[in-house]
Every structure is written in structure tokens, then in C-alpha cells.
Nanobody, 115 residues
Framework: QVQLVESGGGLVQAGGSLRLSCAAS????????MGWYRQAPGKQRDLVAV???????NYSDSVKTRFTISRDFAKNTVYLQMNSLKPEDTAVYYC?????????WGKGTLVTVSS
């Protein structure tokens, strides 16, 4: 099993920045991709950004010029630096990790962007 714990969410004004963190623990050997998804009220959960164990990244078109994903492989932690935040970025942000064909989720952290 892999446990994921997110932190860093909160309330920010439009144009501001936040940094999310997600620490993995448990059976982290052969942990592959780690990333972030988000779910706004009444909407489906969508990919925000992901980074593989090889360092390749993939971003949603709506965030690729504003958000940056990074990983500290020694600490088994993934980060999401979010700049130029918009009200439409308001959502619960979930950390996701993949290991040997299984996907694991954190409990989520709420990001609220006020206009």
C-alpha cells in the first residue's frame, strides 16, 4: 500500500500563488508516476500535472503556462507550484501515485481562489 498526504491548500486571491506538497509513504519501492488531479464542485476529476519516475511531465492545457510540477525522489514527495491563480482553479486537489499498475489517491486539499 502507498499512503499519500497532501498539504499546502488554502484561500488565495486571483493572481496569487500557492505550493502544494504530497508525501508518499508505505510501499514506495518502484513508485512510478506521481501527480495532481483536481475536482471542482459538480465536475469530474481531471488531470492537472504528472511526472514519471524518469522525469517526464504532462500538464493540462489550462495550467501549463502557470503551474510547475516537481519531485524530490529522495523524499518521495511531489510538489505543485501554482502561479497566476484564477477563480476557475478553485477545486479540491488530489495527489495521485502509480505503482506496479495500481493507482493511489490522497484525501485531497482544497484550493480556493477569490476574485
Amino acid at each position: 500500500q502507498v499512503q499519500l498526504v497532501e498539504s499546502g491548500g488554502g484561500l488565495v486571491q486571483a493572481g496569487g500563488s500557492l505550493r502544494l506538497s504530497c508525501a508518499a509513504s508505505g510501499s514506495i519501492f518502484r513508485l512510478n508516476a506521481m501527480g495532481w488531479y483536481r475536482q471542482a464542485p459538480g465536475k469530474q476529476r481531471d488531470l492537472v500535472a504528472v511526472m514519471t519516475s524518469g522525469g517526464s511531465t504532462n500538464y493540462s492545457d489550462s495550467v501549463k503556462t502557470r503551474f510547475t510540477i516537481s519531485r524530490d525522489f529522495a523524499k518521495n514527495t511531489v510538489y505543485l507550484q501554482m502561479n497566476s491563480l484564477k477563480p476557475e482553479d478553485t477545486a479540491v486537489y488530489y495527489c495521485n501515485a502509480e505503482r506496479i499498475g495500481r493507482r493511489y489517491w490522497g484525501k485531497g486539499t482544497l484550493v480556493t481562489v477569490s476574485s
